[in-house]
T-cell receptor, first 119, second 113 residues
């Protein structure tokens, strides 16, 4: 199946610094990618929808100035956590679909996730 | 928006037994229902999915059933093995045009050898 690669798999940063997470679709093009956040023993919560060539769409309660999303190409989306604080520590996961054209959505592929720890 | 509820939150079975996980969804416009398996520290992996034009789908030991009228769908794993132990999430796609998935709360399955 298709592969979504996420990098880095884990990162530790100091409070106040910024961290960039990359999400790449390796063998298909994705005009839309999705960023999720997952706290320990909880479900995946959608943070934002990343749209190639346009602004991301953020879910209610997600600060767009803190979680900067850039979708510069059909195979790459990045999430930058700005001025990170310990409460931003979490597991961040990206997802991508091949460009849907039919009535039903295509399979969503997930990256391996990034464990962010802010100290 | 779409709301997906999942039960049970934990499930322990003996190796060889069957396991059933159930989900309900709220948005009648949802037409795609995938199930994911997530192992510790990893991203979710699709194990099976079903579209709303089908009532049941099977892939070896795994099957999914969908009842559109009642707005619920279930995952069935037969002949469970210790390697089936993981967290399982159901999901639904919600309204057409919103292509992100809404996930259930997850079920931690433990298969006892």
């Amino acid at each position: 199946g298709a592969v979504v690669s996420q990098h880095p798999s884990w990162v530790i940063c100091k409070s106040g610094t910024s961290v960039k997470i990359e999400c790449r679709s390796l063998d298909f093009q994705a005009t839309t990618m999705f960023w999720y956040r997952q706290f320990p023993k909880q479900s995946l919560m959608l943070m934002a929808t990343s749209n190639e060539g346009s602004k991301a769409t953020y879910e209610q309660g997600v600060e767009k100035d803190k979680f900067l999303i850039n979708h510069a190409s059909l195979t790459l989306s990045t999430l930058t956590v700005t001025s990170a604080h310990p409460e931003d520590s979490s597991f961040y996961i990206c997802s991508a679909r091949e460009n849907p054209g039919g009535l039903y959505p295509t399979e969503a592929f997930f990256g391996q996730g990034t464990r962010l720890t802010v100290v | 928006g779409e709301n997906v509820e999942q039960h049970p939150s934990t499930l322990s079975v003996q190796e060889g037994d069957s396991a059933v996980i159930k989900c309900t969804y709220s948005d009648s416009a949802s037409n795609y229902f995938p199930w994911y398996k997530q192992e510790l520290g990893k991203g979710p992996q699709l194990i099976i999915d079903i579209r709303s034009n089908v009532g049941e789908k099977k892939d070896q030991r795994i099957a999914v059933t969908l009842n559109k009228t009642a707005k619920h769908f279930s995952l069935h794993i037969t002949e469970t093995q210790p390697e089936d132990s993981a967290v399982y999430f159901c999901a639904a796609n919600g309204r057409t045009g919103r292509r992100a998935l809404t996930f259930g709360s997850g079920t931690r399955l433990q298969v006892q050898p």
